[in-house]
């Protein structure tokens, strides 16, 4: 009697699957080369990062396992390289191999954090902007557009710094990878808010709406319940093109010593030293972060790129 169940659990799954995978957006994934090498580069540095105490030969932070007599040594394929550092070392002995490994974790860490704040702020607001109206949105619109006339990587370093100096140098220590993640999110949340606003301009006029309003139904209930679905699709789109740029602002700012402490670096810290040795011949330390940092970034956006065409009717 429990064998029919599972029978038909497993059959449901496979047609589940079937459906997927002769769906239109996996059709237009697999046809695409770019895209499939694309997801597997960023497959690989996410599954890398996510279990990084376990890919990593290394473990960088762990200094009683970091000799200073191995510094500076160049990769394994180089004359006086050591075949237990495949990237060389850094200017303490730690493998870059595994730094890299480590940094990409933060990295990837910072940037899906600062997306997913960001997102759910710009959801917000660019809803009841574009729902309310009035002077509720001229007044969200006039502050996204004064945002907008500044660099985002300025913005960001405003943030970082007006919280450093409320909390103070120790105080920000403590508590950085909250500050930078702040810095980032309220950085980029115009973005999704102007792009929302836009939708939910165009559905609040549909008989579906009018149709909630006549029911009695909330603003708040019309805006999350109804709306919000409807306008998924863009946001998916502008998070996973977010994602890279959030990476690279994350690596700008710990380049510039204001992003996650030296303690725990990201590819931005990595990279920053290494620069200081890069014209003493120890080029491996800055070059293999930065390449890592720019391959990474690359993949995030061609997948972006790649599902603005497949969630396009237009384009199919």
């Known amino acids: ?57 290394h473990d960088p932070y762990n200094m009683a396992n970091v000799s200073v007599l191995d510094a500076f040594l160049p990769p394994s ?17 730690r493998d870059v191999f595994s730094t890299i490994i480590h940094g990409s974790r933060i990295s990837l860490g910072v940037g899906f954090a600062s997306v997913f704040f960001a997102a759910t702020l710009g959801v917000t607001l660019g809803l009841i902007s574009g729902y309310v109206g009035g002077r509720t949105d001229a007044f969200i619109m006039r502050i996204a557009e004064i945002q907008l006339s500044f660099p985002d990587i ?55 709406i009018q149709a909630a309003r006549v029911t009695g139904k909330s603003p708040l209930y019309i805006m999350f319940r109804h709306l919000l679905p409807n306008v998924m699709g863009p946001v998916l789109v502008i998070a996973t093109i977010m994602l890279a740029l959030a990476i690279v602002t994350e690596a700008t700012l710990s380049f510039l010593g204001v992003g996650v402490p030296p303690t725990q670096p990201s590819l931005g810290t ?15 330390i800055t070059i293999f972060p930065g390449a890592a940092l720019a391959i990474m970034g690359l993949s995030v956006n061609l997948l972006g790129d790649w599902l603005r065409d497949a969630l396009n009717p237009k384009l199919r």
């Open 1 to 57: 009697m429990t064998e029919m169940p599972r029978e038909h659990e497993a059959d449901n799954v496979a047609n589940l699957m079937q459906r997927i995978w002769r769906s239109d957006i996996a059709y237009s994934f697999r046809s695409s080369k770019v895209t499939v090498v694309a997801g597997l580069i960023t497959a690989i540095f996410m599954l890398s990062a996510l279990f990084a105490p376990w890919v990593a030969p």
């Open 77 to 93: 394929w180089m004359e006086g390289g050591d075949p237990r550092y495949l990237l060389g070392t850094d200017n303490i002995g």
């Open 154 to 208: 300025l913005i960001a370093l405003l943030i970082d710094g007006t919280i450093r100096s409320i909390l103070g140098p120790g105080a920000h220590g403590n508590i950085a990878f909250v500050v930078v993640i702040s810095a980032i999110s309220l950085a980029y949340w115009v973005q999704f808010a102007r792009t929302v606003r836009s939708t939910t301009m165009v559905e609040k006029s549909k008989e579906y």
């Open 270 to 284: 990595l990279i920053r030293v290494g620069n200081d040795f890069l014209f003493s011949g120890e080029w491996w």
